[in-house]
């Protein structure tokens, strides 16, 4: 007995037609979307996973601190709405290494199982990281940073990693009050010409510019207030600004606030969805930061957003649904 319903040939007969206005291409084996849903979804949707960038005009919000007050920064927009091309043009990759008390505990545990500091761990993978991201493309440039109570330029940009490497070491710690954020995006501002293209979703940009910042003190109120000239870099789609946060974690339980609030505040500070942010503990293994560093060896407009990134290998560790492989 016949039990379908009146409409289901109908149904079919639409289907059909539908298949017909998507056909199946190499690079589109399931068909192309349908003109009338495409012209509907937002340009540049980040949750498809595609290495865009954006502009966005939301104005800044406060994000709460320890003690009560604001820590002003741009606000997360709802979607980011401008895609640029995937393309692997030049970086020029500035990193910003937090010279902070902090950084000389012997708190991680080194791979021989003795315990060392941040400071010495982070040298050595900024150093890997140099020299991989050389190694990928020669056109990329690289410039020091040291990040105390004030930022100083220490190497300009430089494709040649021994120049950046010979400046890396035999840096001393220091004892931080503050945390002057804005003065280093002023210092970042004063040596760096972001690009410009006639249009941002068809034509790639002569280079990128990015920052890595290894910070490692505890959660304190960064100084920074954001000017109009500082949110249009951050709203740039040709410029990135990555952290590495390292914090005391679960060993001091009254800094546990604080670190989050910091962290929270950085993701203040992403105005397109296009930033890497991570946090390791110091009471953990070293091994965690070398794998923060290697996870930001992708190029910024060729990785999806953070939350859609997947690193697993073994057929065993399944990514989680919805996230895309890197």
């Known amino acids: 007995m016949d039990t379908s319903e009146p409409g289901s040939a109908a149904e079919e007969e639409e289907e059909k037609a539908l298949a017909e206005q998507r056909p199946r291409t190499r690079s589109n084996p399931e068909g192309a979307e349908d003109r009338a849903l495409s012209a509907q979804a937002s340009v ?21 601190a320890p003690d009560g007050t604001a820590w002003p920064g741009p606000a997360h927009p709802a979607e ?82 021994r120049e950046v490497c010979s400046c890396l070491y035999d840096l001393e710690t220091v004892v931080c009050k503050s945390f002057n954020l804005e003065g280093l995006f002023n210092l970042i501002q004063q040596k760096i010409e972001l690009p410009v293209t006639e249009n941002v979703q068809t034509i790639p940009p002569p280079y990128v510019v990015r920052t890595i910042l290894v910070l490692g003190r505890p959660g304190c109120q960064p100084q920074f207030s954001a000017s109009e000239q500082m949110k249009k870099m951050l709203q ?19 800094d546990e606030t604080s670190w989050k609030e910091l962290y929270a505040f950085f993701s203040s500070l992403d105005a397109k969805g296009t930033n890497y942010k991570y946090e390791v503990a110091l009471t953990g293994p070293a091994v965690e930061l070398h794998n923060c560093m290697a996870k930001l060896l992708a190029h ?12 697993s290998l073994l057929e065993g560790d399944e990514p989680p649904e919805a996230e895309a492989t890197v």
């Not at 865009?52 to 709460?64: F, N, R």
């Not at 199982?113 to 941040?118: D, F, R, V």
């Not at 910024?300 to 690193?311: I, S």
């Open 80 to 161: 980011v709405q401008v895609k640029t091309p995937r393309v692997n043009c030049p970086e020029k990759v500035i990193i910003c290494l937090d010279l902070a008390e902090e950084m000389a505990l012997p708190k991680l545990e080194s791979f021989n199982g003795s315990k060392t500091n941040a400071l010495n761990i982070s040298q050595k993978m900024i150093e890997m990281f140099v020299r991989t991201k050389h190694k990928i493309d020669k056109s990329h440039e690289f410039a020091l940073v040291v990040v105390n109570n004030d930022a100083t330029w220490l190497s300009g940009f430089t494709s040649d990693p």
């Open 300 to 311: 910024p407009l060729q990785r999806p957003c953070q939350t859609h990134a997947a690193y």
């Open 44 to 64: 540049g949707n980040r949750s498809e996973g595609e290495g865009e960038a954006a502009s966005a005009d939301d104005s800044p919000q406060g994000t709460a």
């Open 236 to 254: 740039c789609p040709y410029f990135f600004f990555d952290v590495v946060y390292i914090h005391n974690g679960a060993e001091e339980k009254e």
